[in-house]
């Protein structure tokens, strides 16, 4: 029997865990009319199958029609949830998995043109930054009728065979009882802590009445607000102790913080190049004092952390949620002693941001997660072995190169420069972001597990390629930043690659005009105003850095706000000129006939890249498929047909070789071509 804490089960009342590691809550937003269909079951039976001990689904499940949710989250107020959430629950549990889910009241956390168009409800008066509603201050039939809402979505889970219910007491509505910030209301719900906790005790009561003793009921709690005037480290223990008395709650899961405004969660949600786990002590603490079993969840992305969590005695039960988006067999990897196999989380919140402006959570390097109807993340050996050669060794020729020798072909891979990595090196150059090269690290290990072989400082033409007899040939150049974009004076900007690669050396007095909206405009800024220059981001759209997304603007912000930096909006660099020493810029609108000028000393442009594809299209009319791709088949996840070219390899190019896109994109191109070959 395995000694490593981690594998060890846990007695949660009545409930063996086959071991301590599980995915907390979250909203993938993958339902179907509010439904957790066979896209969201299968997203957490992956993981279910793979070991892990407890898969807590949603983030949160509405419980009251006046709760709509923001983005695509479950409707537990619907009757026609728990057949869906049967089949999910059956088939985790056949896989060993137990199976909660999470249930909330959003409160002020929504919006009133969302759903059925109802008032917004809160504790009090005050407006949530992140979702602008001015709520209604709650009544007391609005009480009664949320409580007895509560009660029925618990029951209807425990209708629906799942072992427990987790409500969500922070930043939503039951917080907003709770939080001095936001609890306005007089007696018997405001003022004092007893008062304060008062209706989420009832919710539990109702719930506890309605499912019985056996049905496990939790609560992820805020234990300290880090701001002053809110529930502190003391208040959040005896609010601890208050759950534990009322002998209603059977385990806690520790929040520290608040998730009001985009900078407060991502300190709630840590992301790359913020410190590894940084409430893990805060949660221990909670388990001491209060006693009841304890989860967390906080960035904990790596094996070494969260058995440090469990063997430390901070944690009964470790949240693995972000890592386990990268890699959903992060259990069977360790219990098969292959911890260096597990596909790395990167912090990069590629998931959580694409939630939050209303789309699927999609893991930055992982491409399968949340496609487990199409997309395999256990690649099948081939039934005939081949020959594939792949020029770019970015993220997506490493992807293509890792599937083509997973499926046991033979793989040969050329490089133009010295190493591997692509745009990934020049985004990792940003010490904040150095844990992006994970994705490249990752794949080159796991290519050297299986023969790759790689020729670096190669720049490979139609007859290198061609001379090798290759089956398969995949294009993965990537492209080159596009700075020829005004009416004059192209000859006299430089690109923000220019500036990240240190190829050129920023300014004093710098405009940086975007219009890409992308991380590659936000890192170079950084880097002009950590040198001392006074810095000028400059776009024709209506926001900046729109591809940046919430929470990673959070560090960007947090490092220039301090700094010598502006940024413009809604005007257009139309051309540049000398001055002197100096280059005079003229500015225009796409609004109204402008044309103001200004005098910088450099002019950067981040206008996102041109394919590099002159080798694509040599090898083209030689290809079988003559570089067609079929995107019906693609879409579906079927092999592609053999085309109506000359005898010999198949072509296909992928990544930022087709167009300027993401990683994700790149990483997802390389997969669904090559995962058939």
Known sequence: MSTDPLLQPYQLKHLTLRNRIMTTSHEPAYPEDGMPKDRYRLYHLERAKA????????????????????????????DEVVPWMKRLADDCHEAGAAVMIQLTHLGRRTRWDKGDWLPVVAAGPAREPSHRAFPKVIEDWDIVRIIEDYADAAERMKAAGLDGVEFECYGHLMDQFMSPFTNALPAPYGGSLENRARFSLEVLAACRKRVGPEFLLGVRYTADEVEPGGIDAEEGIAIGHLFRDSGLVDFLNIIKGRIYTDPAMT?????QGMPSAPHLDFAGRVRAEVGLPTFHAARIPDVATARYAVASGQLDMVGMTRAHMADPHIVRKIIEGREQDIRPCVGATYCLDRIYQGGMALCIHNPATGREEVMPHTIARAAVAKTVV?????????????????????????????????????????????????????????????????????WAEALDITSLNPDVVVIATGGRPTTAILEAGNDLVVSAWDILSGDVKPGANVLLYDDAGDHTALQAAQL????????????????????????????????????????????????????????????????????????????????GTQPLAEIYFDLKPLSANLGAVDYDALIEGRPQPSGDGPPGFALYRIGDAVEARNTHAAIYDALRVMKDV
């Open 267 to 271: 300190d709630v949600i840590p992301i």
């Open 390 to 458: 792949i020029v770019g060794a970015g993220p997506a020729g490493l992807e293509a190169a890792r599937v083509a020798a997973e499926r046991g072909h033979r793989v040969i891979v050329f490089e133009a420069a010295a190493q591997p990595g692509g745009q990934i090196l020049l985004t990792a150059k940003t010490p904040r972001r150095r844990e992006m090269i994970g994705i490249i690290d990752w794949r080159m290990a796991q290519c050297a597990a299986r023969g790759v072989q790689f020729h670096f400082n190669t």
């Open 51 to 78: 070991g892990v001990a407890l898969t807590m689904t949603a983030g949160s499940a509405a419980v009251s029609k006046d709760s709509p949710p923001v983005f695509n989250n479950i409707l537990a107020y619907k």
């Open 528 to 607: 002009l105003a950590e040198s001392g220059a006074r810095v000028e981001v400059m776009t024709p759209d209506r926001t900046f850095a729109p591809d940046v997304m919430a929470m990673n603007l959070v560090p960007y912000m947090r490092a220039l706000q301090d700094k010598d930096v502006t940024f413009t909006v809604t005007y257009r660099l139309r051309s540049v000129e000398r001055a002197g020493n100096q280059l005079r810029a003229t500015i225009g609108s796409d609004y109204m006939k402008l044309a103001k000028q200004a005098v910088y000393d450099q002019v950067v442009v981040n206008h």
